[in-house]
Every structure is written in structure tokens, then in C-alpha cells.
């Protein structure tokens, strides 16, 4: 692990100083790649489908792991989206002239040696390294052992463009290791490794937060709210709180609970209900909804849990305070918005409330790297540092300061 | 320890929402204060100085330690400096309006709690509380146990300085169990502490690295190179080199290793030593460098060195290409410079050279937030992430996107 680690490390200066048009044009031979190697990926994925049938995996599961002729077009079509993107590295973040006449310029520039875990979607394979190599990075990908031989076949596919193109194949790699010792290796190696990303259940990003000496930006739950003030467009309402909970339940920017101010809850929770009950929603509520309706008390641990199902918690507030208090008490920082249309009531709750992403009037599935234009994304940190909120490819740099001298020493 | 941070935690929102006018009008009342509370603060002073010359602690660290009228007047005039900064919260980094409409806002924001080990040094009890206030986090200060009677005072001032403008005092506050058990607490309360900085030795730093859940965003060595070139201005990389090592040799972007290439080594490496030499310094030099003066051989330890100490390596190059191969095997990523009239080699040095701060001409001593014209600084990061390089007062911001909707749903 140790030599493979430190030969990928080795990698990063050759990796970071490509022009924008070698790898744009390496990224459309890949994509090309992709759709001529599908057959050899589709029987790849047949493999890991029977395996993963055998193993009575959930029809969720199942379908993520899927691929057809379709999923491998769409792929190298994001690989194509991805190649049209903005350079990522050499943005010119900010720059000024100090008192000694020192001219400083703030670069953006890759971030090194990336490590990115996830599960189950073979299309993240590729996507992922097509954004690790668009901005500079080499890259590590552990996918899921459920995964194992459509991610095989679709990095063997990009490695093979890389070499073909004159670029060392390990620039992206699999990690040789994929067990969960492997995984324990690779993310205390910060000599080599410069960043995880996690991407998953629960259970391995805190693993990985809490073992981890490499930087992580983790990619974990939303607890997500919506609050229905006082004045509101009940039409607009209504639609906003279905997309939010029906459209996509079970994704981290899904509603989980809704808070609605008490002088509006008798004339628009009998709608909400009867509108999410024919979507096939349930419902918890505390005393205050179960006024107006006849469902289950909701308790704690209701409003802590993120269901991604279509359940909702429903708790009547007296007032906006109220409402921010519950979302700092069982938000998760991710996604939190209010509908009204009073003016101050919406800045107040724009700024008081602390999530990566606060909305006014609009649905909170719209945290998401494709709804906010970045092209493509790497997920949705739930980090406060470096990256929060929908990462696109910008995020996969840091940046360093070029100090330009006529000769400049301290006095 | 936990209610202590539970109870920091929930002063976020308060601090977060604080106007620049309230923020700055306490802080020149801070600053005023530390000024009419110097004698308690240098009876406190002396207390650890006592101290620390009863258990012999070295000339170095005892002038650290020490405070005078003046060092206390230069305190509060820091903390004046930082009231007059930029307000940090609340900038617009960017802003678009996505197809469907949205507006989005990419808007600074405080981190949160933040929790910033140090030592000896009591001044940075101010700046840093200072630095934090301003920012609109909590801050929760550990200082060195050698400092605890200065550090203290100080905070005792500060803090009353809060609570007599109606601001809850535990805004700034310093850890109360200041043992290695209490920072080990400290770095593990992710739920409550969002940011550690460490500052300090490398056990301290390493330690911290690798025990914290919490984010941390390290304040380590600096291992920096020069690299003279084959075609240079002689007399400016003279004086340069000479900054670089003897200003002020016991800090991080002091240069520990100089390159020289080899077709300038035989001319300028006799003067580099006279220079050096009558500054007190002492050397080790590569079988190159041996060959023009009578030195000591460097072995691959010594180029693994932060001396922080008149000590300087001295190496021969056959090339800038060799010189960056050096650089990439021992630098510690800090500060990196190059001294050429080439354009080309410039040009090339600073796009390949992966460190913070990286240098044409000038002498490396310029890494430092004041240099840079931060007007105060937090340190110089060595992560890569989040900040790096010197930190100033908005690196002690992250941002979140604020989406500004007419009632959109997802598609």
C-alpha cells in the first residue's frame, strides 16, 4: 500500500501542470472509450448484478448497481459535460500589491492525491475521476465490493486512455486494497494522501471522520426543515412542502419535518395531509398538529431521525424564534428553509439559521450540485471547512500564493 | 468540560448576528481596558515569570513570557487594528441566479466555536480573542501553562469588557481544565467545537493531528529553500539569502537549504559564506558545495532540518529541475523561493513548486500576515485545506449559500 500510495504521490506535479487542452481531450477519449468498451462493462455489471442478486441485496440496491447501454451514454456524456467546464486550476482568487511592492497573486491549484470511498452507483467511478483529473488531482477511488467489477472495467477503460495519451494510467486508480483494512490504511497515510472524500451511510463517515488523519470533507445526512411563517402563499406552500418531501424522499435534501406557525396551522394542515396522504405519506405530529389531525405523536426521536422515506414530522410553533430554536436543536446543517412573505421574517431566518444552504420560497431539493449549475459535483459536504454544501469541481482545489520580487527582503 | 462547550455552542447565533458597529465599539473598550488594567496584568506577569526562572525555563521562552507597559500597549493597539479590519462577515464571495430562477448567494460566515492552543506568547490571548470576536466566533482559548497567571488577567479583562456591554462574557473564554487531559477532551467535541488551530511545537501539533475529530487547521514547521539560479542579480540574491537566514532565523519562514546551481556556485557560494559567517551562522554543504568551502557534509538528516537556528544547508544543483526535485523531497510545503532573471524559470518554479507561498525574488521571510497586509493574522496554516499559508481574519470565516426563490419546486 505503502509504495502504491507513494508512487500516486509521485504523480501530483505531472498531474497538476497539463494544459486545460491535453486534458479536455484525454476527457473525450474517455468518454468515447466508455461507449466502446460497453460490452465488456455491461458483462462486468452482469457479474456484480447476479452476485449481488444471490446475496438477496434490496431492489434500491439493485437499481443503483444496474447498468444498461443508457447509464453508460449518460456516463460518458458527464464525462463529455465535465471535459466543457471551466479550468479549475490557475483561477486568479485574488490578488494584491503589498507595502514593499511585493505583487501577490492567490492561484487556484489542485489539491494532490484525492481519496474518494463510496457505494453501490458504478457511475461515480467515473465521474469522479473525470472531475479528480479535469482539476489536477490524482486520483484513489474505493467503490463498493458490491460494485467491484463494473468499477474494474470502467477504470481499466479510463486508465487505458490515460496510457494511450501519453499520461501515466495511475492517475486514476483503484485502491488495490478494497477491504475495510485497506480502506483503514489509506486514510491515515496524510503523507501521501491529501484529502478523503466519504461518501455513504452513516456508519463510514463517522468510521472515517473518527479514524481519519487525512483531512476529510465527509458527505453525510440531511435533516432538513421547512418552516410555513405566518403570511404565506398557501398555493405556493403546498407545492413547495410536496416536491420537498414526495418528488425524492429518500436523498439527504428531502424535508424530514415541517414546522408551521400556529395562526396559519388550522387552514393548511388538513391540505398538507390530505396532499402528501395521496402521495403515500405517514406522518408524526406533537400535541399542537394533532389537533388538526389524527396522527402519531411524534416524539424526540422522530424529529431526529432522517427518514429518506416518505415520512414527515409535523410540529405547530408559535412563532419564527420557535422555529429557528428546533432547527438548531435537530437540523443537521444541511438544508433549512422558510416560506413567507414577510420581508424582515425572511432575512432574520436567512441569517440566524446555520445550514450550508437557506432558502426563502423554495424547495430544499434544490441543494445539489446540478440544480445550482456546477456542471457536475463531487456531493453534498456536510463539512463547515473548506467545502459546505454542493461541491463541484472548483472545490477540488486549494490554492497557493505566487509572490512576485524585484529583489524584496524584510525589514 | 461538556456543559462548559454546550453552553459556548449556544452563543453561536448570538455572536454570529452581532453588528460590525457593536463588535468594533467593544473592541476599542478592549483595548482600552487591557491599558487601564496593566498593573493587575503585570502583577500577573511577574507571577509567571517567577515561576518559570524557578524552574530555569530558557532566555528564549522568558522573553516570550515577558510583558511590559509597552508589549501591553502594543496588545491593545492590535486589538485597535483588528477593530478597524474589514468586517469578515457577511461578504458576498459570489452570486448567481440558476435556471430555474433562484438566486444564490455565497455569503462569509463565522465557523463557530473555535478552540486555539498556543503557548507562551500572552499576547496571543488577545489577538486571538480579539481576531475571534470580530469574526463573530466563540472562542475558547488554551494558552501555555507557563502563561496562566498573564493569560488570565487578560482574559478576566476582555471578558468583562463583554459583559459590561451587555454581551454574555463566555464569548471569550479559556479552556478551564488547561491539562493535557482537558485538550484531549477539547479536540475529540466535534459536535460542540467546529475549528481547533493549534500552535506550537511539533509534538503538540502531531498530537492534536491525529487524536481530533474536530477540524483542525495546523500551525506547523516550516522547512524553506532558496534556489539560486544559473542567471541572477549576485548582489540582491546576496542580501536576500542573508534575510532569509539571519533576520530572524528561530521562525517557520526562515530558509534552512540553499540550492545553487552549478554554474554559479564557484563565484557566489565564497561570498554567500563570508556574508553568513560574519553573521554568526554555520554550515552544511552536498560534496558540490564542499568543493568551493570547507564545510561540514550534509546528510539527508540535515536536509530534513528545521534548524530554527543560524544553521544553513547548502546544496549545488545541476539544474532547475534538480532544485525542485530537492524541494519536493524535503520541503514541508511552507515557503519556496527562487532567485533568477529568467523568465521561463520563474515562470516554471512557481507553477511547479506545490507549496503556500512560493517565490521570485524575494526572501521568504515575507510569508506572514502582517507582510501580506492582513493587518493581523491567526497564524501561517500549514494545511491545505480551508486556509493556507498566513491566516488572517477572514480565514476564520466559511460561507453558506443563501437561495432567494418565488415559490420553485425541483423538476
Redesign the interface.
Known sequence: MEAFLKHAASL??KV??LTPETKNRVLHVMAQALIDSKDLILKANAKDMQYAKQNALSAALLDRLFLDEKRIESMASSIQTIAKLKEPVGRVLDG?V???G?R?EKIS?P??VIGIIYESRPNVTADTAALCFKSGNVAILKGGKEAFYSNSAIAATLRECLEKNGLDKDLISLLPDSSREGVANLIVQ?KYV??IVPRGGESLIHYV??NA?V?V?KHDKGLCHIYIDEIV?EQ?AL??V???KC??PGVCNAVETLLVHQAVAPSILPKIYKLLKDEGCSFYGDEGAKKFLDIPLATKENFATEYLDKILNIKVVKDLENA?EHI?TYGSGHSEAILTKNYANAEYF???V??????????T??TDGG???FGAEVGIST????A???MGINELT?????????????G
Open positions: 501530483k506535479p497538476a501542470t494584491w503589498t507595502d514593499e511585493l501577490i491549484v489539491i494532490g496524510d491529501d484529502l471522520s473518527k488523519t483531512p470533507v402563499d405556493k407545492e413547495i410536496k416536491n420537498a418528488q425524492r429557528i438548531q436567512l441569517n440566524k446555520d445550514a450550508s444552504c437557506v432558502y426563502v420560497n423554495a424547495s431539493r434544490f440544480a445550482f449549475g463539512n463547515k471547512l473548506h459546505r454544501g454542493p486549494t490554492y497557493k500564493y505566487k509572490i512576485y520580487g524585484q529583489g524584496q527582503i524584510r
